[in-house]
């Protein structure tokens, strides 16, 4: 088992920023072997991908809707990866979680991931 734990939401006003921290471990589980993903859901909407790093952080995909405002980063030997939300819009309330991805390389879709957070909000005032 895998324990995913987000935090470093809030409700800030449009174009601040924040940053989510997420840590994941487990008995047996080794974060560098894999690669990581934060994900959002507004209410009466689906999950949506936001990003995405690879296992060693070389490599990291995002949705087009923040491509530009978001970096996710990663630190191996502290098990944890970040987003950093910069120019945040009201578009952006969402609860985000974290979540493992069974891969090492990255995935945008959520069934690629095995292991998810229980969420951080993010709501964004106009």
């Known amino acids: 088992q895998v324990h995913v734990v987000e935090s470093g939401g809030g409700l800030v006003q449009a174009g601040d920023s924040l940053r989510l921290t997420c840590t994941a471990s487990g008995r047996t589980f080794t974060f560098s072997n894999y690669a990581m993903g934060w994900f959002r859901q507004a209410p009466g909407k689906e999950r949506e991908f936001v990003a995405a790093?690879?296992?060693?952080?070389?490599?990291?995909d995002y949705a087009d809707s923040v491509k530009g405002r978001f970096t996710i980063s990663r630190v191996n030997a502290k098990d944890a990866v970040y987003l950093q939300m910069d120019s945040l819009k009201p578009e952006d309330t969402a609860g985000y979680y974290c979540?493992?991805?069974?891969?090492?390389?990255?995935?945008?879709?959520?069934?690629?991931?095995?292991?998810w957070g229980q969420g951080t909000q993010v709501t964004v005032s106009s």
């Open positions: 790093i690879n296992w060693s952080g070389g490599s990291t």
């Open positions: 979540a493992v991805c069974r891969y090492p390389d990255t995935y945008v879709g959520t069934r690629a991931y095995d292991y």
